[in-house]
Nanobody, 123 residues
């Protein structure tokens, strides 16, 4: 089992930055691929970004490419999502997820999930 706890969400104006963090416990974090997904009101949960166990591979959804950056610090069991140039359409609950079989751009392929953190971008 692994426990994931997200933090860093909040209210931000359009164009501003925000950094999300996700701290893992209960499992060997450094061997898992990690990802971020989001769910806007009334919509399905969508993939946002993923990073391999050593940080060497990353993938992003087209909607966030060039604006969001995923990174990790295995010494701190933490994965980050730096979000820049935020738009109102980025408003969603953001979830951290872990996958022990490598990176995936499919949100349903993740094994463990955090409880989510709300990000609200005002126009």
């Amino acid at each position: 089992q692994v426990q994931l706890v997200e933090s860093g969400g909040g209210l931000v104006q359009a164009g501003g930055p925000l950094r999300l963090s996700c701290t893992a416990s209960g499992r060997t974090f450094s061997t898992d691929a990690m990802g971020w997904c989001r769910q806007a009101p009334g919509k399905e949960r969508d993939f946002v970004a993923t990073i391999s166990w050593n940080g060497g591979i990353t993938y992003y959804a087209d909607s966030v490419k060039g604006r969001f950056t995923i990174s990790r610090d295995n010494a701190k069991n933490t994965v980050y999502l730096q979000m820049n140039s935020l738009k109102p359409e980025d408003t969603a609950v953001y979830y951290c997820a872990a996958r022990y079989r490598g990176t995936s751009v499919r949100e349903y392929e993740y094994d463990y999930w955090g409880q989510g953190t709300q990000v609200t971008v005002s126009a």
